[in-house]
């Protein structure tokens, strides 16, 4: 029977060394414990969750990159685009005025020409009829230097005109 | 395998060997046994019996037949007020035989029990009036604070989860913030085991104030059960193993969970809802017992645990003696090492499932109502 009945001095004993451990382990031992433990775990799920926002704005920032690449590519794109065309503009531009000038030029050289081959011809067929007209003057000189030419002359040219 | 085959060839070895010395020596043994006072013969229950009990003085070792223990203060409170005197001047008395007188009173010691001694010894030689048929003392006692050997180690422990506890919270004052260093580092896992695994999952969500009360129950029960399986000084006490012990522990327990019982607990051991009214009285009056057979059934539990580790690990201990041969001692050593470490385990095991059980008993209590 004796060790199934509890003795006093030993439930006196116990009760007292319990609640005072208890008062001091929770004062001095599990109150700053607990609170470490529980800090560090704040302090580690809060590190956790920073670096999840870190994850998230790193992975906008990098989209807003790749947005704004795309705009830079897509303008560069753009003015690339423009500038050909402009220059494709500029040079057919270029090209029609040149055409056209050289066509006007064209034309004047040729007008010019004409106008040179038509003095030029005029002037020949002055000098030609000149020509002529000296020719004729010293032939005429030549076969009517003596009266019998002169009167041959005559007589053929009035034979000619009673033949009419 | 081979661990199992050496064991038994030990076992063996020890029983065959110890048949063959007794046998050999028996007719010599026997006129010696005579010859001896009966006193002498070993008895394994009684220095069983002796170490479970609770003694005061802390008996170490027996030299030259006269035993050696610690002297530790007797504390009683007698009729004439408060009375200390050392447990030596028993002179290893617990029969009744040896009187110490003080404060002006008389006192003897029977079976570690102080009672105010008789004017004359018995026929046994004890200053004490016995009852011839049941062998119980009618002298009045004392109330008996002593130091005894349980108290003794009780504050040993006491001492030693505080050297445990508080450089570990001072480390984490000293460095804030960073991975826990030393015994602080085997401290963490523990804590936070009891915290999430025994107070957060069992009470629910008002576990926070109860979880000083449970680590201290935990580490108590645990270092108080370790402590006890240490076989010499200033261990080996059966703390844990006193029903006193564990009643105190139990009656925390049954404090705690009634104290914060709710409506929705008193309403579901009163007047069981949802029940007919006929069998709701019947069930009160269960469910009423049922208060108290919770805590009682952890108080025996641990006392029983532990008790029964001691008595196993003392008579594996003992067979040695009881065999009368040092050929047993393989099997006894090799034994008592298996028993040890099962103890170990059950050491931290019975720790466990006495928190365990009562921050269960403390959420049951709480337990809002979901309907």
């Keep these: 029977m004796g060790i199934v009945t509890p003795g006093f001095g030993l439930i006196f004993w116990t009760t007292l060394t319990f609640f005072i451990l208890l008062f001091l382990l929770a004062k001095f031992a599990w109150k700053p414990i607990l609170k470490a433990v529980q800090d560090r775990e704040e302090a580690i799920n809060s590190a956790l969750k920073a670096a999840e926002a870190a994850k998230a704005e790193m992975a906008s920032l990098q989209s807003n990159n790749e947005q704004l690449l795309k705009e830079a590519r897509e303008e560069r794109e753009a003015m690339l685009k423009e500038a050909r065309a402009m220059r494709d503009k500029t040079i057919a531009d270029a090209k029609g005025a040149a055409s056209e000038e050289a066509a006007k030029v064209l034309e004047a050289a040729r007008a010019q020409i004409h106008n040179e081959k038509m003095a030029a011809m005029t002037e020949v067929k002055n000098q030609v009829a000149q020509l002529a007209i000296d020719m004729s003057e010293r032939i005429l000189r030549a076969e009517l230097k003596d009266a019998e030419a002169q009167k041959a002359m005559v007589d053929r040219a009035m034979q000619d005109v009673k033949m009419n | ?371």
């Design chain 2, 1 to 371: 395998m081979s661990n199992t085959r050496t064991y038994l060839t030990g076992l063996f070895l020890a029983i065959s060997s110890s048949l063959f010395a007794s046998s050999a020596e028996a007719e010599v043994h026997e006129t010696l046994i005579h010859e001896e006072e009966k006193e002498a013969a070993f008895n394994p229950a009684e220095v069983i019996m002796h170490h479970i009990a609770d003694s005061h003085g802390w008996h170490l070792f027996d030299w030259n037949d006269h035993p050696v223990s610690i002297p530790l203060p007797v504390i009683l409170y007698t009729e004439k007020g408060l009375v200390v005197f050392s447990s030596s001047k028993f002179h290893h008395d617990a029969e009744g035989h040896h009187v110490v007188e003080a404060g002006g009173q008389r006192f003897v010691n029977i079976h570690e029990k102080i009672y105010y001694a008789s004017d004359v010894a018995n026929e046994h030689g004890a200053f004490a009036e016995m009852d011839h048929e049941t062998h119980e003392v009618s002298n009045a006692s004392p109330w008996d604070i002593s130091i005894t050997k349980n108290v003794a180690a009780l504050l040993f422990s006491a001492f030693v989860i505080l050297m445990l506890f508080l450089p570990a919270a001072r480390s984490y004052k000293k460095n804030p913030g960073v991975a826990p260093t030393g015994v602080a580092g085997f401290v963490e896992p523990l804590v936070v085991f009891v915290r999430d695994d025994i107070a957060k999952n069992n009470i629910g969500p008002h576990y926070k104030r109860f979880v000083p009360m449970l680590l201290t129950m935990f580490f108590f029960i645990w270092i108080n059960n370790l402590l006890g399986l240490v076989p010499f000084f200033p261990g080996g006490a059966n703390v844990t193993g006193n029903i006193a012990v564990t009643m105190v522990l139990a009656v925390v327990t049954f404090v705690v969970t009634n104290v914060n019982g709710n409506k929705h607990y008193w309403g579901h051991i009163f007047w069981m809802p949802g029940l007919p009214v006929a069998v709701k009285p019947l069930l009160a009056i269960v469910e009423f017992i049922g208060i108290f057979t919770k805590p009682f059934s952890l108080m025996i539990r641990l006392f029983a645990n532990i008790t029964a580790g001691h008595i196993i690990v003392l008579s594996l201990v003992s067979l040695v003696f009881i065999f009368e041969t040092v050929w047993v001692s393989p099997a006894s050593v090799l034994l008592t090492l298996f028993i040890s470490v099962l103890e170990l385990l059950v050491a931290a095991l019975q720790a466990y499932i006495f928190t365990l059980l009562t921050a269960l008993y403390i959420g049951a209590a709480m337990h809002e109502e979901h309907h």
